[in-house]
C-alpha cells in the first residue's frame, strides 16, 4: 500500500464526516426521501388494487336469445369480478344515462345480439363462427401509472374463457370512453401506457432542470464570496440593489431561455405519442380535440408556471449559497431542497393526484416544485384554474424570496451569514 495513504485516507473522511452539510445532504436525506419514495409506490399499488376491488363491471346485455352459452360467460365473468348486468342500451346510452358512475364502474362490456348463437355454431364445428364482446374503457388523462389495470384484468377473463372452453371462441374488442365521447377500436390501456410517457418525461425534466441550475445559481455567488469578489464589488459605488437585480435579471433570462427550451422539447415529445398512438391502434385519432394534447393556452400557461418555478429555484439558491464560506458548501445547502423536488416528481409520476386525501393534496400544493408537474396534466384535462392558482402561488413565494434576498444585500449579512449549526457542530472535535 501506498504510505501514508490511510493516515491521509481518514483524515478526509473525519473532514467530510463531520462537515453537517455533507453529513445530512449527502446520508440523512437519502435515508429520509426513499423510505418516502417507497411509502408513495406502496400506496399507489394499494389503491390501485382496492379500486380493483371496489370497482364493478358493467355488463350491457343486448342478446335477448338468453342462450346457455350467454348464461354460461355472464355467469364466468360474475364469478371473477363483481358485475351489474343491464340489457336493451347502446354504449351511448349507457354515457348518457351515467351509468358507470351509477354502478362504481369505470368501463363496461358490451354482449352483442346473436352473441350465444355464434358460440353455439363455433361449438357445433363451424370454427369461423367466433362470439365478440367489445370493452370500452374510461380514460383518465390524469391517472396513475396503474389506472390501466381493470382493463387489462377484463381482456386476462376473456382469455380465461377461451382456455377452459375452446380457443379463440371468444374475440374481445376495445373501444375507449374520453371525456365522455367514445373511440371506437381505440384501447383505452394502450392509449394510457402511450399518454403515461408524457407523465414521466416531464417531471424528470424538471427535476434535472431544477437541480442543475439551482447548483450553478449557487456556485456562482459562493464562488464570489470564496474568491473575495463580492465583497469588492459591494464596496463600489453601484447601488447594492443594482447588484441584486443584475443577478436576478441574468437568473430571469435563464429561466425563461429554459421554460421555452422544455416547452419546445415537451411539445416534439407529444407530437410523437401522437404518432404512435395512432400506429398503434390502427386508426386517426385526433388527441388535440379530444383535450389531451394542451392547447397554445395550454401551453402558455405551463410556461409561465414552469418559469416562476425556475426562477424562485434561482432565488432561493442564491439566498442558500450566502449563508456557505465556499462552493462546496453552497452545493451542500442546496442539496437540502432536493427531497422538494424529488419527492413531488417521483410521487406524481405514479399517484393519480386527484385521488389523494385532501391533506396530500394540500401537502403537493405547498411546494412550490409540485406545480409544474400538475400543471402539465391540468393542462391536459382542461383545468386551467389549478394552473393559474399554482402560478399566483409561486409568484408570491418568489416575491418573498426576492424581499428575503433583497434585505440581505442591504446589509453586510451577505458577507458575514453563516449557519449557525455548521459552525456550532465544526468546533465540536476541538472540544
Known amino acids: 500500500m501506498l504510505k501514508g495513504f490511510s493516515t491521509i485516507l481518514l483524515k478526509e473522511l473525519k473532514e467530510l464526516m463531520r462537515d453537517p452539510k455533507i453529513l445530512i445532504g449527502m446520508i440523512v436525506l437519502p435515508l429520509i426521501m426513499f423510505p418516502v419514495l417507497g411509502l408513495v ?30 348464461n354460461n360467460f355472464l355467469t364466468y365473468m360474475n364469478y371473477s369480478m363483481n358485475t351489474v348486468v343491464v340489457s336493451g342500451l347502446t354504449p351511448q346510452q349507457v354515457i ?28 357445433e364445428g ?11 374503457g374510461v380514460f383518465n388523462a390524469g391517472g396513475g401509472i396503474f389506472s390501466g389495470a381493470g382493463g387489462s384484468s377484463v381482456t386476462y377473463l376473456v382469455e380465461t374463457f377461451n382456455r377452459a372452453v375452446a380457443p379463440d371462441m371468444v374475440n374481445a374488442a376495445q373501444s375507449s370512453i374520453v371525456k365522455g365521447q367514445i373511440q371506437e377500436g381505440v384501447d383505452s390501456s394502450t392509449l394510457g401506457s402511450l399518454m403515461m410517457t408524457q407523465a414521466i418525461a416531464l417531471p424528470l425534466t424538471i427535476m434535472i432542470m ?42 430571469i433570462i435563464v429561466a425563461g431561455v429554459a421554460a421555452v427550451t422544455v416547452l419546445i422539447g415537451y411539445n416534439y415529445m407529444l407530437g410523437s405519442i401522437t404518432s404512435n398512438i395512432s400506429g398503434a391502434v390502427g386508426v386517426n385519432v385526433d388527441l388535440v380535440a379530444l383535450g389531451l394534447v394542451p392547447s397554445v393556452g395550454g401551453y402558455a400557461l405551463l410556461g409561465v408556471s414552469l418559469f416562476f418555478t425556475l426562477l424562485s429555484a434561482l432565488a432561493l439558491a442564491v439566498v442558500m449559497s450566502a449563508f456557505s464560506e465556499n462552493v462546496r458548501g453552497a452545493q451542500a445547502l442546496v442539496g437540502y431542497i432536493y427531497p422538494l423536488i ?41 383545468d386551467y384554474l389549478t394552473v393559474i392558482l399554482g402560478i399566483i402561488y409561486v409568484a408570491v413565494f418568489t416575491i418573498v424570496i426576492m424581499y428575503v434576498a433583497s434585505r440581505l444585500f442591504a446589509t453586510e449579512k451577505i458577507l458575514t451569514a453563516k449557519l449557525a449549526v ?10
Do not use: C
Open 126 to 136: 363451424d370454427f369461423n363462427v367466433t362470439g365478440s364482446v367489445t370493452m370500452y
Open 210 to 251: 431544477l437541480t442543475y441550475a439551482m447548483q450553478i445559481a449557487a456556485t456562482s455567488v459562493a464562488m464570489e464570496k470564496e474568491e473575495k469578489t463580492l465583497e469588492t464589488l459591494l464596496t463600489t459605488p453601484v447601488d447594492r440593489f443594482a447588484i441584486l437585480m443584475g443577478k436576478v435579471a441574468s437568473t
Open 342 to 382: 424529488f419527492i413531488p416528481s417521483m410521487a406524481l409520476m405514479y399517484l393519480d393526484f386527484n385521488s389523494l386525501p385532501l391533506a396530500v393534496q394540500g401537502i403537493f400544493y405547498a411546494i412550490p416544485y409540485s406545480h409544474p408537474i400538475i400543471a402539465s396534466r391540468a393542462v391536459v384535462t382542461g
Open 41 to 70: 409506490m406502496g400506496y399507489a399499488v394499494e389503491t390501485a388494487q382496492s379500486e380493483a376491488l371496489k370497482a364493478n363491471l358493467l355488463i350491457v346485455n343486448n342478446d335477448t336469445e338468453n342462450s346457455v352459452w350467454t
Open 96 to 123: 348518457e344515462q351515467g351509468l358507470l358512475t351509477q354502478n362504481n364502474a369505470t368501463m363496461f362490456l358490451l354482449v352483442p345480439e346473436g352473441f350465444g348463437a355464434n358460440l353455439t355454431r363455433h361449438a
Open 422 to 431: 455548521g459552525k456550532k457542530w465544526s468546533k465540536k472535535p476541538n472540544e
